[in-house]
């Protein structure tokens, strides 16, 4: 509602145009722009309040800065690049080597060969192999989390750490200040500091400098790396899925995680280290606190039987939205097949108009996301996509089996993306997040196992029974479609 006073609304007038200069003036996508816009305008005094909290998609330019100066030194540091596989020598499309050079040179992070994987679907198995590693840990073991939760098996995996720690081997646990809330406020965090685990808050949340930084951007980033010689990375927080969230009608949390050696793993050190760096030390670190993360001149082994796999940082502290263009890019070039699975389906123009342009060309395209999902908003903003695509002859399958939380993109089975980014606004723009690209059709294979399993576990929407949804679901789809730019 718009002021009645004149001076009010006058001063409500230069404050909308004022900020909707700056909006302007970042050159951000054309939907996002408009709806800050949008919102400035119709909601006097909350607009405002609104984008001063989250209306900054970045870390700052110092940090930017900053950061990309810390990554080139570990990647000099851990010879990122030296075992690098060259771009024609990729055992994919044309088009695939393309990307990954594109890749490579946005980011730093190159192919490499020789690397060993293990697919872990299931979570006992899992925590079982995380903690046998711990345990196993000579020199160092360094986690990176959004969620950490201390409840049922997940203790387990703590009471390693604690163990690690007690007979001195070099323990940090970074936990996301929002998502690790659960973590911070049990007596676990005080135990393990003083088992002698180096705690950190990663992207603290403080209402102090709301108004100075924006304060929702979130590590996303799930990562282990034991003795710089074996890495875990994929969907899956430290959280027991047998209790996380339970009682909220989702049933069992589903993940993908990957047990990794070889090269691969100096790409996630590189990536724990940068982001340690600034979350422990800030924008007043030393060279000696570089050092103190630096590699241990052991060179990482290269297995015969190894696969290809290049490491994709990506998010506000980068210069571009290096997932965004991945996927689109990926999808626009598909000869074949695209299977997208994701939790949180909320995707752009961008994203929309490539899986139509693939199915249009022929391609089999799939997408796989949960029958119920636990953000209402985003729900409703990805099925009003729906009618679009399901339109273009897109098959769309909703997993029945449990709160799908798998996020994974496998194109033409050649490349895989698997990860923590969700096709979404937040996933592309706010979140740090990692994304490793497998170009391996043996792990491939293993994938398209998984895709059926998921799909045996799915119902396919069926295009009249979904064209008979009601008016009062499509006025609330279309509603929150308006919005879906700012998710």
């Not at 699975?341 to 108009?353: A, C, G, K, N």
Request: charged content about 25%.
């Amino acid at each position: 509602m718009l002021p009645t006073s004149p001076l009010l609304l006058l001063a409500h007038i230069i404050v909308t145009v004022t900020l909707s200069l700056i909006v302007i003036g970042r050159q951000i996508n054309v939907a996002t722009t408009l709806s800050w816009i949008i919102l400035l305008a119709v909601l006097p005094i909350v607009g405002p309040v609104l984008y001063f909290l989250f209306g900054s998609q970045s870390l700052g330019r110092k940090r930017r800065k900053a950061g990309w100066a810390i990554r080139q030194y570990y990647q000099r540091d851990f010879g990122i690049g030296k075992r690098r596989v060259d771009r024609e020598d990729l055992p994919v499309a044309d088009y695939l080597q393309e990307m990954s050079w594109m890749l490579s040179i946005q980011t730093g992070f190159f192919p490499a060969a020789g690397n060993r994987y293990k697919l872990y679907t299931e979570a006992p198995p899992l925590i079982e192999a995380m903690i046998r590693d711990i345990d196993a840990a000579q020199d160092s073991v360094y986690l990176e989390f959004y969620i950490v939760e201390p409840r049922g098996s997940i203790v387990d995996v703590l009471q390693a750490l604690e163990r690690a720690a007690g007979r001195g081997v070099d323990t940090r646990l970074m936990v996301d200040d929002f998502g690790g809330r659960p973590f911070f406020k049990s007596d676990w965090d005080d135990r393990l500091v003083k088992a002698g685990v180096d705690v950190v808050h990663s992207l603290s949340v403080n209402p102090l400098k709301a108004f100075s930084k924006r304060t929702d951007l979130r590590n996303h980033r799930k990562l282990i790396v034991i003795d710089q010689d074996i890495g875990y990375t994929g969907s899956f927080n430290l959280t027991d899925p047998v209790k996380f969230k339970q009682g909220e009608g989702f049933g069992e949390w589903v993940d993908v995680m990957m047990r990794l050696e070889g090269h691969i793993v100096s790409s996630l050190s590189c990536v724990f280290n940068t982001d340690y760096i600034f979350d422990s030390q800030g924008m007043d670190y030393s060279q000696e606190d570089l050092a103190e993360l630096s590699d241990d001149g052991d060179d990482a082994p290269v297995f015969d039987d190894g696969a290809v796999m290049q490491l994709v940082p990506s998010g506000p502290e980068m210069e571009r939205s290096v997932i965004h263009e991945l996927i689109s890019a990926s999808i626009f070039g598909a000869r074949k097949s695209v299977t997208v699975v994701t939790p949180y389906f909320v995707p752009d123009e961008t994203i929309q108009l490539a899986l139509i342009n693939a199915a249009h060309r022929g391609v089999t395209v799939r997408i796989i996301v949960p029958r119920r999902v636990d953000s209402i908003m985003a729900r409703h903003a990805g099925e009003s996509t729906f009618d679009s695509l399901i339109g273009a002859g897109i098959e769309i399958h909703r997993f029945t089996g449990g709160m799908l939380h798998t996020k994974l993109v496998q194109i033409d089975d050649q490349m895989t993306m698997i990860g923590t980014a969700n096709v979404d606004m937040r996933s592309f723009y706010l979140n740090l997040e990692m994304t490793l690209c497998v170009y391996d059709r043996n792990f491939a294979d293993q994938i398209n196992r998984l895709i059926e399993d998921y799909i045996r576990d799915s119902e396919m929407l069926d295009p009249q029974k979904w064209e008979q949804r009601g008016p009062f679901l499509r006025w609330k789809e279309n509603i929150l479609r308006l919005v879906s730019p700012l998710l």
